[in-house]
């Protein structure tokens, strides 16, 4: 299996049970904030977008909250299954022109059946 | 499908040897970028390219090239690889207005490349 998930902060939820995956961001002019998942073996895969001009966005089973005063950002997943289980990581992007993305480290989330 | 394919999906060499990594989207895409992971460090940028014809270093650049000839290919190329360079490589695209309007990347599968 791929090594990527080592050294990274883990979350172990029940299945069943809401699972709230945190980030903190570095840079105040980010305007765009995206969550990505990295299944063992797999490329990050893009579950939810959110702008600056927004406090919220919902998709199916997934949430993110964005508070621009504490430069935070949350993924809540609702009733966690164990297809869920994966490293998912935050991104952020500057605004004004071209401004490169920049990822977190990323979260470990384990499902327990 | 809509996709990014990278070719290989793993690669063994030795210090010295030139190796190419592919990168194929059929999507269109303006933007392609090459990442590489490394456990504790996430996810960061190598090169990435605007169009044909245009690209540009990202955060760690030394000790690779690319090139754009094709909208759909973004090759990474290795000329000397040396062990540092063993890592897990994502190429990655996004469609043109997206690095100015906001759109996510799109990853391939990754190449897991030991350099001994």
């Known amino acids: 299996g791929e090594s990527v998930g080592l050294h990274l902060p883990t979350l172990s939820v029940q299945e069943g049970d809401n699972s709230i995956i945190n980030c903190a961001y570095s840079n105040s002019a980010s305007d765009y904030f995206i969550w990505y998942k990295q299944e063992s073996g797999k490329g990050p895969q893009f579950i939810i977008d959110i702008r600056s001009n927004m406090d919220k966005r919902q998709g199916q089973r997934v949430t993110v909250l964005l508070n621009k005063t504490v430069k935070h950002l949350s993924l809540q997943i609702a009733a966690t299954q164990p297809g869920d289980s994966a490293v998912y990581f935050c991104a952020e992007k500057g605004a004004g022109g071209y401004q490169k993305v920049t990822f977190g480290i990323g979260t470990k989330l384990q499902v327990i059946p | 499908e809509a996709q990014v394919t990278q070719n290989p999906r793993y690669l063994i060499t030795v210090t010295g040897k030139k190796l190419t990594v592919t990168c194929s989207q059929n999507?269109?895409?303006?933007?392609m970028s090459w990442y590489r992971q490394d456990p504790g460090l996430g996810l960061r940028q190598i090169y990435y390219?605007?169009?044909?014809?245009?690209?540009d270093k990202g955060d760690v650049p030394e000790g690779y090239k690319v090139s754009r000839k094709e909208k759909r290919n973004f090759p990474l190329i290795l000329e000397s690889p040396s062990p540092n360079q063993t890592s897990l490589y994502f190429c990655?695209?996004?469609?043109?207005?997206?690095?100015?309007?906001?759109?996510?990347?799109?990853f391939g599968n990754g190449t897991r490349l030991t350099v001994t």
């Open positions: 990655a695209s996004s469609s043109g207005t997206g690095v100015f309007h906001n759109s996510p990347l799109h």
């Open positions: 999507m269109n895409h303006e933007y």
């Open positions: 390219s605007m169009n044909v014809e245009v690209t």
